[in-house]
């Protein structure tokens, strides 16, 4: 079942902050968050497993609440490399395949 | 410690022919994940194999689609009679063990003509 990313775009100056989220209607093992720009490959950011971890990469972390099944991405002090859309991959029962939302798109301005 | 590798990046097909995309995982990694992914949409899961063994290919059609990751050389996600539906990024993720983070290789665009 495909997780539902939210809001599915925000558009941010440079320095603000954004949260974006990610929910599943099926219990979740881990979360996976990637960021792709236009015509380029998904990068991987983090991976966050059952547990309520939270995790940071740089100045973007995130959070994963496994009883409410979602996980946030926070976007602190933003900068213009942050632009791209963001994919939450979710996992249930430890079987590696990832479920993936339809993104949320990001655009940071100066 | 190179990434992981697709080939080629792009490929153009007529109706009816066979597509056959490749894809080199990093170094060290024995699992490799094949995704599709449409103009504004997110990745679709297809198949997801080791070294000689399909272990999950329930994303993938049962037709014209095939997938093979061999002892040596490359994963082959092989498509045959493509339609103009099978136009999409392909793109493949290598983890180096069962829950580990997936790297993604730069996908194969793919159109049918």
């Known amino acids: 079942q495909q997780p539902v990313q939210s809001p599915q775009a925000v558009i941010l100056r440079e320095g603000e902050d954004a949260v974006i989220n990610c929910s599943s209607s099926k219990a979740l093992y881990s979360v996976h968050w990637y960021r792709q720009k236009h015509g380029e490959a998904p990068v991987f950011l983090m991976i966050l497993l059952k547990g309520g971890e939270q995790k940071g990469h740089e100045k973007i972390s995130a959070s994963f609440n496994e009883k409410k099944q979602q996980s946030s991405l926070y976007l602190t002090a933003s900068q213009l490399s942050y632009s791209g859309t963001y994919f939450c991959?979710?996992?249930?029962?430890?079987?590696?395949?990832?479920?993936f939302g339809k993104g949320n798109q990001v655009v940071v301005i100066p | 410690n190179a990434g992981v590798m697709q080939n080629p990046r792009h490929l153009v097909r007529r109706r009816g022919q066979e597509a056959r995309l490749r894809c080199s995982p990093m170094k060290g990694h024995s699992h490799v994940y094949w995704y599709r992914q449409l103009p504004e949409e997110g990745l679709k899961f297809m198949v997801y194999l080791q070294k000689e063994n399909i272990i999950d290919e329930s994303g993938m059609p049962k037709e014209r689609f095939s997938a093979e990751f061999p002892k040596e050389g490359p994963s082959i996600l092989r498509i045959q009679q493509v339609v103009r539906g099978d136009s999409a990024a392909y793109f493949c993720?290598?983890?180096?063990?069962?829950?580990?983070?997936?790297?993604f290789g730069p996908g194969t665009r793919l159109t049918v003509t």
């Open positions: 993720a290598s983890s180096p063990m069962e829950g580990n983070e997936q790297y």
């Open positions: 991959g979710t996992e249930s029962n430890g079987n590696n395949r990832l479920a």
